[in-house]
């Protein structure tokens, strides 16, 4: 009798399953973004029963002996809300703030995001480059009162406007500053230019848990240097296991933003994000300082200025964060191979960028590691309304073995005005003291 009920129950077990796999094929063809997702889900979700344990060096009874009872292990939350190219459209820029919960529909801070932000290019191909810098700045100042943060990078453009570069400048666009030098001013000296200088970096690390530090804590950490494996170019996954630090289960539990991607073979990566950011800064510096060359067109192209460094050049270059569009265009498998070395190299789990765009909507590839979400929301483009999402939870688990077990759970989302797209959902069981101010 009982063993019958459980052979039941096994046929229906096993019914579901071929079913949800049928689900899966028949839709293939029909929404392939959509079931990309899903698979990715799927995939996901049938290791989700056993979630992988990991074991922090530190968790040896001492140190969980050391946790005092008076701080108790509290579940922690975190909500990330990342948006794309907008190339001067405040309108719709409003659109995708409102709809992603980061602002009311006066365009105010709401506090539902614990951090906003944006991958650059906020400028050109449109007119509303003053009004959303100046938003920008607003939408910081805002934040920071209620514990938010905004992070702001700059663009390619950004960085071709600060050289003089003006080749996807509206000529109405100029109008709204009152004339060529004033805009020149503007975005060196001025508001805009300041803004930049102090509140714009090239890219930035963010950790999921503050067990890591505040925003931008570089990785690897200056007092834990992480020795890398030379790359042979032979052996990707030989080389990757060496990557990850294995006595820090958390060390990895960061995000990186830039604008336009991260390449496996830029000489900068590590430590990140500071040495790219140092060499970001040092670059504007020497263009907003330098005398305005006549912008191009009509005049010929500036460059950059003499005494540009070797390594700010290629900061500037093809391959470096404002340019790169490998991870748009690389195959399947050659980016899902070098992607795990950026991972590595950076202290983090994906990677978040914008620059190419796909009209459709939010592009994710390789499970997830990398986001692509630039999907032209200016009306110059005409391209999909759209923000990523990124919930985070940390939650204790009771055991009886009085050991500090937590489920780490990430939610990753692409949000559009009319639906929303699960991409990532993962969860892992991991065991340590972590302790952490809160913010
Ligand atoms: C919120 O929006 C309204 C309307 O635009 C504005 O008057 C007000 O100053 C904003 N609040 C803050 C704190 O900026
Ligand atoms: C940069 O951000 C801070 C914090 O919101 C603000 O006080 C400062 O004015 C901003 N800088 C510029 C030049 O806008
Ligand atoms: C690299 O290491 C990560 C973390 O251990 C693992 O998830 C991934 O599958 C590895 N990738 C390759 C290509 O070996």
């Known amino acids: 009798?009982?063993?019958?009920?459980?052979?039941?129950?096994?046929?229906?077990?096993?019914?579901?399953?071929?079913?949800?796999?049928?689900?899966?094929?028949k839709t293939l063809g029909v929404h392939e973004r959509a079931t990309a997702a899903f698979s990715s889900i799927f995939r996901q979700a049938s290791t989700e029963q056993t979630p992988e344990v990991v074991i922090a060096e530190q968790n040896s009874q001492e140190a969980f002996k050391s946790a005092t009872p008076s701080s108790p292990r509290r579940p922690f939350t975190r909500h990330i809300v990342a948006v794309g190219d907008l190339h001067g459209d405040l309108g719709n820029a409003q659109t995708v703030l409102q709809f992603s919960g980061v602002v009311d529909s006066f365009?105010?801070?709401?506090?539902?995001?614990?951090?906003?932000?944006?991958t650059g290019d906020i400028i050109d191909r449109g007119?509303?480059?003053?009004?959303?810098f100046t938003w920008m700045e607003s939408l910081r100042a805002q934040a920071a009162k209620v514990g938010g943060v905004v992070l702001s990078h700059l663009g390619n453009h950004e960085v071709m406007n600060a050289i003089g570069d003006w080749r996807y400048v509206y000529p109405s666009e100029i109008e709204t500053f009152g004339s060529v030098a004033a805009r020149q001013k503007m975005i060196t000296t001025g508001r805009i230019g300041r803004a930049w200088a102090q509140n714009y970096t090239a890219t930035s690390r963010l950790p999921l848990h503050p067990h890591l530090g505040p925003p931008n804590t570089p990785f690897p950490p200056p007092d834990h240097p992480v020795h890398f494996k030379k790359d042979d170019g032979e052996d990707g996954e030989e080389e990757n296991s060496s990557y990850y630090d294995a006595n820090e289960p958390l060390s990895h539990s960061a995000l990186s933003f830039v604008h336009g991607g991260l390449s496996p073979t830029y000489s900068n990566l590590a430590p990140f994000p500071t040495k790219i950011n140092a060499l970001s800064s040092s670059l504007l510096h020497r263009l907003q300082s330098r005398p305005q060359p006549p912008p191009h067109p009509p005049s010929p192209y500036p460059g950059l200025p003499h005494g540009t460094t070797h390594e700010e050049v290629e900061l500037y270059d093809a391959n470096g964060p404002f340019w790169y569009r490998g991870w748009a265009t690389d195959s399947e498998a050659k980016a899902c191979v070098d992607v795990e070395k950026v991972l590595a190299r950076t202290g983090t789990r994906r990677m978040i960028m914008g620059h190419t765009p796909d009209f459709t909507g939010i592009v994710s590839r390789c499970n997830g590691k990398i986001i692509i979400i630039d999907t032209g929301i200016s009306h110059a483009y005409g391209g999909a309304l759209s923000a990523l999402s990124i919930h985070y939870t940390f939650t204790p688990v009771d055991n009886e073995a009085g050991e500090p077990r937590w489920i780490e759970r990430e939610v990753v989302s692409a949000l559009y005005v009319d639906r929303q797209e699960i991409i990532v959902d993962q969860e892992r069981e991991v065991v340590g003291d972590f302790r952490f101010n809160e913010v």
């Open 127 to 132: 007119d509303d480059t003053i009004k959303l």
């Open 107 to 118: 365009g105010n801070w709401t506090g539902d995001a614990d951090f906003f932000v944006q």
């Open 1 to 25: 009798m009982a063993s019958s009920r459980f052979l039941a129950l096994l046929a229906v077990l096993i019914g579901l399953y071929f079913a949800s796999r049928f689900e899966l094929h």
